[in-house]
């Protein structure tokens, strides 16, 4: 810990011209500093990084960081110090995913829940029990979740750091998705709704996102917008747009293909940058307000309806009737998929897999969708069936013959 704040300090005072003891680093200072003083060795992981042996390189703690520093990372089982006084030096750290146990001064594995469904998973993977179609989880060096899980051959999906589904999704291309999904907008907008929302009445708005969770290129701060990377949600330095005299569409980064709602760049100005689901909603928080103000008991409208990361009102749909049916992000309906009122079908609608096959448009296999848009529990594909969760997630053996399976029901495929 003394260490990382040493190192902290340093990158703070070291990188400015001068430092604390006074001495300008100007050109040509290092090369005195060397030849007179010299560095101390580093240790070799940085050098040969490889399975078991990795590091990285850090600014030295050494005056105007005139020497290289190596942070090695130890490995599982390694001995570590947790620091403090009377333990020493510390010279590097566990590695990824590890931390130093106090008690046997050995880095261990961190516990979490990503780690232990990552053990859960190698238990059955040794017994022959996972699933062709089954992944194992994937957890950062914090042994949190990944940003995304992936359901080889269909989609990936954003996840939060406890591994639970949130809004993003699109198809599964591999490296290249793996590439281009990052999920940043989705989970803020989930960090958002969990932390901040709780303390408040109505629905915060997070940023906009598009339907894969990652940023939408144009952000709004007030009345002006702004281009931001789509990946880090910075703001880009580029043209703005002042949206009482310009429409979203003079900035550089408009793109008429993710623009789900195209009228707003239409009309005279003042212009908007806003959805249909956030329009509704503000108009029922202000009729809410105005009850208040009037003395009206307003317990009974007290529930406003959150609009999806993308302002969309959401992938399922109430239809006049009182049916509900699964929509694409503008709005229209998906194949027939459509569930009646009163009915278990109804209650349990989640439109998951009539979204992923929206995505798998041009695919030839498609997951096969029960009539209310959700997942059928048994899928099949080349000659072998495998029980799916609600997100389309194999779970446990396939098999050839369907009644083997631990979810067959002799009903399998009205569901
Ligand atoms: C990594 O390099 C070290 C030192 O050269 C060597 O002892 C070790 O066996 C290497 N590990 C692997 C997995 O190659
Ligand atoms: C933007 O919103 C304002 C207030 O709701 C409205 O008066 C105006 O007509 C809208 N602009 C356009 C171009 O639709
Ligand atoms: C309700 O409306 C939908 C179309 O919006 C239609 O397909 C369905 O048959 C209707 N259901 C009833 C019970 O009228």
Redesign the pocket.
């Known amino acids: 810990m003394e260490f990382v704040k040493l190192l902290f300090v340093c990158s703070v005072l070291c990188f400015s011209q001068i430092n604390s003891s006074g001495i300008l680093c100007e050109e040509g200072f290092c090369r005195n500093y060397i030849f007179k003083e010299g560095c101390p060795s580093t240790a070799?992981e940085c050098t040969?990084n490889?399975?078991?042996?990795t590091g990285i390189w850090l600014p030295s703690p050494t005056t105007c960081n005139c020497c290289e520093y190596c942070l090695p990372f130890y490995g599982k089982g390694a001995h570590c110090t947790t620091g403090g006084p009377g333990t020493g030096v510390t010279v590097g750290r566990c590695g990824y995913g590890l931390t130093c146990d106090p008690e046997s001064l050995t880095c261990v594995r961190k516990k979490s829940k990503c780690h232990t469904a990552q053990d859960e998973y190698d238990a059955r993977h040794l017994k022959g029990e996972t699933g062709a179609l089954e992944q194992r989880p994937i957890c950062d060096g914090k042994g949190k979740y990944a940003a995304f899980h992936c359901v080889p051959a269909h989609t990936c999906f954003c996840q939060s750091e406890d591994g639970e589904r949130i809004f993003g999704e699109r198809l599964n291309q591999g490296a290249t998705t793996m590439q281009n999904m990052h999920c940043g907008c989705s989970r803020l907008n989930h960090k958002i709704k969990n932390s901040i929302s709780t303390g408040v009445r109505f629905p915060v708005i997070g940023p906009r996102c598009t339907s894969d969770g990652n940023f939408h290129r144009i952000q709004c701060i007030g009345r002006i917008c702004y281009c931001v990377h789509r990946i880090t949600g910075a703001i880009r330095e580029e043209k703005t747009v002042n949206l009482d005299e310009e429409p979203i569409s003079e900035l550089p980064c408009y793109d008429p293909n993710l623009d789900l709602f195209p009228n707003q760049i239409e009309g005279k100005p003042p212009f908007n940058y806003t959805t249909p689901c956030y329009e509704n909603m503000k108009a029922k928080i202000e009729l809410i307000l105005r009850g208040e103000e009037e003395g009206f008991n307003v317990e009974f409208f007290t529930s406003v309806a959150e609009c999806m990361p993308d302002g969309t009102f959401g992938r399922i749909q109430e239809t006049r009737n009182g049916t509900k049916i699964c929509v694409d992000e503008r709005g229209q309906k998906i194949e027939d998929y459509e569930a009646e009122p009163n009915t278990e079908s109804f209650k349990n609608m989640d439109c998951k897999c009539a979204q992923t096959s929206v995505l798998m448009a041009f695919s030839n296999e498609k997951p096969i969708c029960c009539k209310n848009g959700n997942f059928r529990k048994i899928q099949c594909r080349r000659g072998q069936c495998r029980c799916v969760d609600s997100d389309g997630r194999q779970i446990g053996r396939e098999s050839a013959d369907v009644s083997t399976l631990n979810c067959y029901t002799p009903d399998w495929k009205q569901c």
Request: hydrophobic content about 15%.
């Open positions: 070799q040969i490889n399975e078991t042996h």
